[in-house]
Each structure stands twice: as C-alpha cells, then as structure tokens.
C-alpha cells in the first residue's frame, strides 16, 4: 500500500536532497511540510514533490533562493520564459569560465600573469592596464609621466606592441648575463640599450631611474614576470646593474 504521506527520510531518499537543507527550506518558508506530527515530524503530500522538484531544478540554473521564491509564484509558462532567459546568463558564465581555464593553463606553463586574457570582458581591468593606472596614480603628477603618457599616446597598437617586445627581448638578452658581475661591460651595455628605450618616451633622470629600478626589485608582479626570463633572481640582478649605471653616470 502506498504511503498517503512521506516523511523527511522518504523525501531525503527520493530527491537526494539532505536532511539540513530540507529543514532549512522550511524554516524560510520556501517548502514547508504538509503536515507536523505532535511530536513535530515533517510530513509532506506526494503531490508536492512536484513544487520541490522545481526548486531543485531552478538551483540547478543558478537562482538564488529568493529568486526561487518568487518564480515558483508564477505559472509554468511564466517559468519556462524566465529559465530561458537563464539560459543566456549561464552560457556566458560557461563562456567566462573557459576563459578561466584557458589563463589557468597558459599560467601553469610558464606564461607571465600580466599576459594573461584573464580580464578581458570583465568589470576588472586587463593587469597591463592595472599596472598602467598605477603608474598614472603615483607619477601622474610628474613632468616625466606627462611627456610619457602623452608619446604613447601617439602610438598605434601595432607600435605599443612593436615597443613592449623590443623590452621584453632586452629583459632576455640581460638575463643571460646573469652570472656576470652586474657591473660588467656587457650588462652595462645592455643597461644603456635599456635607458635609450625609455628616453624614447621621456626624459629618465637618476631619481626616475631608481624608483623604476626599486619597482622591479621589490615588486612582487615584476618579480613574478621576469621570472619567465631566468630562473634565478632576474629582478635582483636588474636593480643591482640599474643602481651602478646612475651611481657611476656623472649627474
């Protein structure tokens, strides 16, 4: 004989749902039991394990609980057309999360975080154009930031990224002088190509010139990115070769 009414367990064995959820649905009135026993049993109708069912499946489709508690108001053909404007929600938190996969995989292979799509098509800015509006915020005010800002500014893409490679292929080429003192003729004039690079956007006094040399030393994202160049302290060595070339240049 079937049972007219189903208790916690049955409902539990059922739907899967736990014992603690169960409750707590009661307790906020979204499903609350048919019937309470005097020795305060939860006992619920077979027929509403269709109104259950539904809360589940709409948890399934990321709604919240009080988003659920509304949509089980409505009537079913109200449901269908608000799940299938989830629809178009879910398909881009699947789109953002491949993106997530993607920054993880090229992050584990060695890709510096700063090169990372991670950002992209999110309230968060890209981590180049962070980097970018502190650089604003502490120097903005500056001569040196103005004229900078202002010959970037002149720049197309293709040009911006024609510059960050030229850096980027300095930073290398520094990073197999590693091993030599960081006062060495080489390294030196490395050091110099460096300088020219950036007098190509703005004039680099001693004072400039320490404080970028201080970023790269004790910054924890520069130190993390020039790692992709050398295994050993890269940002270490950078300052150290930086630091000789003000103090030996006459000011």
């Known amino acids: 004989m079937k049972k007219p009414l189903l208790a916690v367990k049955d409902i539990v064995q059922i739907t899967g749902i736990t014992t603690r959820a169960l409750h707590y649905y009661d307790r906020i009135d979204l499903f609350k039991p048919t019937h309470l026993t005097d020795n305060g049993y939860r006992l619920y109708e077979r027929s509403s394990l269709e109104k259950l069912q539904t809360i589940l499946f709409l948890r399934e489709l990321d709604f919240s609980l009080k988003e659920i508690a509304d949509i089980i108001k409505l009537t079913k053909q109200e449901q269908k057309q608000i799940a299938m404007q989830q629809r178009h929600a879910l398909l881009m938190k699947k789109q953002r999360l491949e993106t997530i996969m993607a920054a993880l995989d090229e992050f584990a292979s060695g890709k510096d975080i700063s090169d990372l799509l991670l950002f992209n098509n999110s309230s968060v800015l890209p981590l180049k154009e962070q980097y970018a509006n502190e650089a604003k915020f502490l120097y903005g005010e500056t001569e040196a930031y103005k004229v900078y800002n ?20 300095l930073f290398k080429q520094i990073a197999t002088c590693i091993g030599q003192p960081p006062s060495s003729n080489e390294v030196q004039r490395l050091i110099e190509e460096w300088k020219k ?31 992709q160049f050398s295994r050993e302290d890269l940002a270490d060595f950078l300052y150290r070769a930086i630091i000789y070339n003000i103090d030996r240049t006459p000011q």
Do not use: G, P, W
């Open 150 to 169: 202002e010959t970037l500014e002149t720049l197309s893409q293709d040009e911006k990224q024609e510059r960050f490679a030229e850096m980027e292929e």
């Open 197 to 227: 690079y950036l007098m190509q956007f703005t004039a680099c006094d001693a004072e400039v010139l320490k404080c970028i040399a201080h970023t790269y030393k004790f910054d924890a994202r520069f130190q993390n990115y020039f790692h």
